[in-house]
Nanobody, 118 residues
Framework: QLQASGGGLVQAGGSLRLSCAASGNIANINYWDWYRQAPGKQREFAAT???????DYADSVKGRFTISSDNAKKMVDLQMNNLEPEDTAVYYC??????????????WGQGTQLTVSS
Protein backbone atom coordinates (compact mmCIF):
# COMPACT_ATOMS: atom_id res chain seq x y z
CA GLN A 1 0.00 0.00 0.00
CA LEU A 2 1.27 3.46 -0.92
CA GLN A 3 0.34 6.69 0.83
CA ALA A 4 1.12 9.96 -0.88
CA SER A 5 1.18 13.33 0.84
CA GLY A 6 2.37 16.90 0.46
CA GLY A 7 0.10 18.36 -2.18
CA GLY A 8 -1.42 21.78 -1.89
CA LEU A 9 -1.79 25.24 -3.36
CA VAL A 10 1.32 27.21 -4.30
CA GLN A 11 2.05 30.30 -6.35
CA ALA A 12 3.93 30.12 -9.61
CA GLY A 13 7.66 30.11 -8.96
CA GLY A 14 7.21 28.44 -5.61
CA SER A 15 8.29 25.04 -4.34
CA LEU A 16 6.63 22.01 -2.85
CA ARG A 17 7.73 18.56 -1.77
CA LEU A 18 5.64 15.43 -2.27
CA SER A 19 6.25 12.25 -0.34
CA CYS A 20 5.07 8.69 -0.72
CA ALA A 21 5.51 5.86 1.76
CA ALA A 22 5.07 2.16 1.19
CA SER A 23 3.74 -0.17 3.82
CA GLY A 24 3.00 -3.86 4.05
CA ASN A 25 4.95 -6.99 3.34
CA ILE A 26 7.56 -5.53 0.99
CA ALA A 27 10.95 -7.09 0.45
CA ASN A 28 12.34 -4.46 -1.87
CA ILE A 29 11.28 -1.73 -4.26
CA ASN A 30 13.11 -1.71 -7.58
CA TYR A 31 11.50 1.37 -9.09
CA TRP A 32 9.66 4.39 -7.80
CA ASP A 33 7.77 6.57 -10.25
CA TRP A 34 5.79 9.77 -10.06
CA TYR A 35 3.05 10.34 -12.58
CA ARG A 36 0.63 13.22 -12.87
CA GLN A 37 -2.76 13.80 -14.40
CA ALA A 38 -3.97 17.27 -15.26
CA PRO A 39 -7.69 18.00 -15.67
CA GLY A 40 -8.96 16.62 -18.95
CA LYS A 41 -5.64 14.98 -19.80
CA GLN A 42 -4.19 11.52 -19.62
CA ARG A 43 -1.88 10.49 -16.82
CA GLU A 44 1.73 11.20 -17.78
CA PHE A 45 5.13 10.21 -16.51
CA ALA A 46 7.01 12.77 -14.42
CA ALA A 47 10.01 11.11 -12.77
CA THR A 48 11.52 7.77 -11.85
CA UNK A 49 14.26 6.45 -9.61
CA UNK A 50 15.73 2.97 -9.32
CA UNK A 51 16.87 1.28 -6.15
CA UNK A 52 20.40 2.07 -7.26
CA UNK A 53 19.65 5.77 -7.48
CA UNK A 54 19.40 6.18 -11.25
CA UNK A 55 16.88 8.88 -12.12
CA ASP A 56 15.04 10.06 -15.19
CA TYR A 57 12.60 12.88 -15.79
CA ALA A 58 10.05 14.04 -18.28
CA ASP A 59 11.37 16.91 -20.35
CA SER A 60 8.66 19.17 -18.94
CA VAL A 61 10.01 18.87 -15.38
CA LYS A 62 13.71 18.32 -16.00
CA GLY A 63 15.82 20.81 -14.09
CA ARG A 64 12.95 21.78 -11.80
CA PHE A 65 11.94 18.50 -10.14
CA THR A 66 14.18 16.15 -8.15
CA ILE A 67 13.20 12.62 -7.18
CA SER A 68 14.88 10.89 -4.24
CA SER A 69 14.22 7.75 -2.28
CA ASP A 70 15.10 6.07 0.98
CA ASN A 71 15.29 2.32 0.41
CA ALA A 72 15.38 1.47 4.10
CA LYS A 73 12.33 3.57 4.91
CA LYS A 74 10.59 2.61 1.65
CA MET A 75 9.81 6.20 0.84
CA VAL A 76 10.15 8.45 -2.16
CA ASP A 77 10.08 12.23 -2.41
CA LEU A 78 9.56 14.61 -5.28
CA GLN A 79 11.01 18.07 -4.73
CA MET A 80 9.36 20.50 -7.11
CA ASN A 81 10.88 23.94 -7.65
CA ASN A 82 10.04 26.86 -9.90
CA LEU A 83 6.50 25.57 -10.24
CA GLU A 84 4.36 26.62 -13.17
CA PRO A 85 0.57 26.66 -13.57
CA GLU A 86 1.03 23.86 -16.10
CA ASP A 87 2.24 21.65 -13.23
CA THR A 88 -1.26 21.67 -11.75
CA ALA A 89 -2.34 18.05 -11.57
CA VAL A 90 -3.05 15.12 -9.32
CA TYR A 91 0.28 13.45 -8.60
CA TYR A 92 0.47 9.70 -8.18
CA CYS A 93 3.34 7.63 -6.85
CA UNK A 94 4.00 4.15 -8.14
CA UNK A 95 6.25 1.42 -6.79
CA UNK A 96 7.39 -1.81 -8.39
CA UNK A 97 9.26 -4.54 -6.63
CA UNK A 98 8.89 -7.76 -4.69
CA UNK A 99 6.79 -8.60 -1.67
CA UNK A 100 8.08 -10.58 1.26
CA UNK A 101 6.83 -13.81 -0.30
CA UNK A 102 8.71 -12.90 -3.51
CA UNK A 103 5.70 -11.90 -5.54
CA UNK A 104 6.01 -9.06 -8.00
CA UNK A 105 3.96 -6.05 -7.09
CA UNK A 106 3.08 -2.84 -8.88
CA UNK A 107 1.21 -0.45 -6.61
CA TRP A 108 -0.21 3.05 -6.93
CA GLY A 109 -0.79 5.68 -4.31
CA GLN A 110 -4.11 7.45 -3.98
CA GLY A 111 -2.96 10.70 -5.58
CA THR A 112 -2.29 14.12 -4.12
CA GLN A 113 -3.47 17.39 -5.66
CA LEU A 114 -1.04 20.14 -6.62
CA THR A 115 -2.47 23.46 -7.72
CA VAL A 116 -0.18 26.19 -8.97
CA SER A 117 -1.71 29.65 -9.22
CA SER A 118 -0.44 32.26 -11.65
Amino acid sequence: QLQASGGGLVQAGGSLRLSCAASGNIANINYWDWYRQAPGKQREFAATITSGGTTDYADSVKGRFTISSDNAKKMVDLQMNNLEPEDTAVYYCNAQGFSGDLRVFNSWGQGTQLTVSS
